[in-house]
DNA sequence: AGGATCCGTTTGAACGATCCAGAGCCCGCA
DNA sequence: TGCGGGCTCTGGATCGTTCAAACGGATCCT
């Protein structure tokens, strides 16, 4: 007797476990534990038996105990930062639920953690090192943030949604959107529709995603024959700064349109344009970034470029599901083309 | 010798685990596990080494274990329902940041899910059979959703956003933000200003929530013996039947300010006003529901009613700590107070 | 002196799954 | 008949932690 007898079904206490199961089916515990994981180990009848006492008894692997033995968590850990408030940036809420998706159709949970003011990295160490979760998703890669280096040293099992722009020497998998087409495809509706003097309203110089997305710009631009000199600005993301380089702009440079690297910056051209009797999409055009609620929902509509977040989730699980699998397999890096949300300010 | 050798720690295969700490402090695993969850039944000494040990090794405990061991994951599941396109709509954002805030300060962890089409129980059963999650927060409490009564009926834990309006039988704990407070907040402000002719758009009459936050402009207008005749409309949440309403009411009511259910619908206000020529703010004010990010960075602003996110989450990981402590102590049923964020509209 | 009580610590078992080695069986082949 | 080999299935060990009970020693009480 070396194991107490299986509790009864009719009195369990708790759910019932695997011996349970294999107690009902007349077979043994590995036999269940097959059935589950490895069907084709097993005769056709055999397998039926034990599936037929899964049901009855309503069994669900606890998944404590096979995260313990498996040394995996099927979790997925990601820092959730929220947007900043006064901003349009939206791109968290449509992306969290593609991953949450996308990650249930390979078998994994999405757990969040926080930032935890300071130390960014306190939240990723913690988890690592209590084997919560099995890998990361790294969102915030802008800026040559220290998270993918020191998970890179570590050897954890992480993609990035985002470029390595700071890091050439990194080689962990990520995922990206392409910006530069992105504001390129927004120019070049721009010049179709006529526009011969169109401005960028960017982000800072130390923002790599920024000049990114602004070389799309100035590339259509250059590609067209037409100039770029003293059409671009670059401020901070905000809308009030948004609207000044536009009031500026306009007042020096005459754009007929306006291509920016965020719907906050843009909703900054539209309070400009406001302010002097402009008629956004008549008088002057205006493309936004990121497609954002508030780009869907302002009277008209404003013109925005739209990343593919559901494909960039798919493609940041199955690239999961790659360095996950035994041997690792890392997958090529992705590099995605958004599209453009034709509204009414374009 | 009935266990094998700890591991040295110079060459551990794996992360350190408890018997290796205990083996280098030279006390029992079970001391290792007291020192970190029952320091008090140590002597200080001892108590100084077990850390100390901690410390050299690095070590953290094995969730996994831990959790199969205590029955317990100490993880909070939620399903994540996204805001929908072309609606203002914003309340998860700032609600998952604050619940994951609220949640790792009491020791927890967020864990999503998805809804999965169809069976919107399917996600909840599966975690919980599985012992995946210790208690779920539940969001989408709104039109008689059939979550609360099963999670209730099953004994799981779980506390949830929004008062049970269509089971009176029902006895969980919820946490709530007065709605009809808000509402009533927003027409006051619009009376005190000096409007007497304010107008109402919500949702349709099947939405409970929508009839508690109507129940607050129309006590405020009672209350100021104001008539409210002939100055409501219900519809759906989009910006487009917001708008068609607004037109309506302007036409056949002539209100002077409208209080609306959420941003959505007051956005649609905003678009009927712009087609008028009319200039929310100044010739008729307009308050919307939610603080989204719309009604912060459209231009001039939208004045909102806010909802108290941050405290919300709070509440609720209280009383799921509550429901989770042993023996299970059920705390008050909290609601909330909204605030007014004023901007350009009101 | 002898027993009860307390404190700090140790010991063995248990949580519920999977890994691993091997046993039993049936088949074919020599 | 004997033997190797594939196919199923079994039993014991194991993952790393916490629970429950027991332990030795000091103190207190009568």
Redesign the interface.
């Known amino acids: 007797m070396t194991r107490p007898e299986p509790r009864s079904a009719a009195y369990a206490a708790?759910?019932p476990t695997l011996a349970d199961v294999a107690e009902l089916a007349h077979v043994s515990r590995q036999t269940v534990s097959n059935a589950l994981n490895n069907p084709d180990l097993l005769r056709p009848d055999t397998l039926e038996r034990v599936q037929a006492a899964i049901a009855a008894l309503?069994y669900?692997?606890?998944?404590?105990?096979r995260?313990?033995r498996t040394?995996a968590?099927h979790?997925i850990g990601m820092r959730?930062?929220?947007?900043q408030?006064?901003?349009?940036?939206?791109t968290?809420?449509?992306f969290?639920?593609s991953l949450?998706?996308a990650s249930?159709e390979a078998g994994y949970?999405?757990?969040?953690?926080?930032g935890?003011g300071g130390d960014a990295l306190e939240g990723y160490d913690?988890?690592l090192?209590?084997?919560?979760v099995d890998a990361f998703v790294v969102t915030d890669t802008y800026l040559g943030n220290p998270q993918a280096t020191w998970l890179e040293e570590r050897g954890a099992p992480f993609v990035a949604f985002g470029r390595p722009w700071d890091q050439p020497e990194a080689t962990h998998p990520w995922v990206d959107v392409d910006g530069a087409a992105g504001a390129r495809m927004a120019t070049e509706h721009l010049l179709a529709a006529g526009h011969e003097r169109v401005a960028w309203i960017g982000w800072r110089k130390d923002s790599t995603i920024g000049e990114d997305r602004r070389s799309g710009w100035s590339g259509a631009m250059r590609d067209a024959g037409l100039p770029t000199t003293g059409l671009a600005s670059r401020v901070e993301d905000t809308?009030a700064s948004g609207a000044q380089a536009a009031a500026v702009l306009l007042d020096e440079a005459r754009p007929s349109g306006f291509v920016c690297a965020s719907d906050?910056l843009a909703?900054g051209v539209?309070?400009a344009l406001?302010e002097r009797g402009l008629a956004p999409g008549r008088d002057v055009a205006v493309v936004g970034f990121d497609d954002?609620?508030?780009a869907?929902?302002?009277?008209g509509g404003l013109t925005s470029v739209r990343q593919p977040l559901e494909q960039v989730a798919v493609e940041i699980v199955t690239a999961l599901s790659g360095l996950l699998s035994h041997p690792p397999a890392p997958g090529p890096n992705t590099l995605l083309a958004p599209t453009l949300a034709l509204r009414g300010t374009a």
Chains 1, 2 share one sequence.
Do not use: Y
């Not at 959730?80 to 947007?83: G, L």
């Not at 090192?129 to 919560?132: C, F, I, P």
């Not at 869907?296 to 009277?299: G, K, N, S, Y």
């Open positions: 708790g759910p309503g669900t692997p606890n998944r404590a105990a995260n313990l040394r968590s979790l959730f930062t929220p947007a408030e006064g901003t349009a940036n939206a968290m809420d449509r969290v639920h949450v998706e249930r949970h999405v757990l969040l953690f926080a935890h913690d988890l090192r209590s084997t919560a809308v906050t909703m539209l309070h406001g954002s609620q508030v869907q929902v302002i009277p």
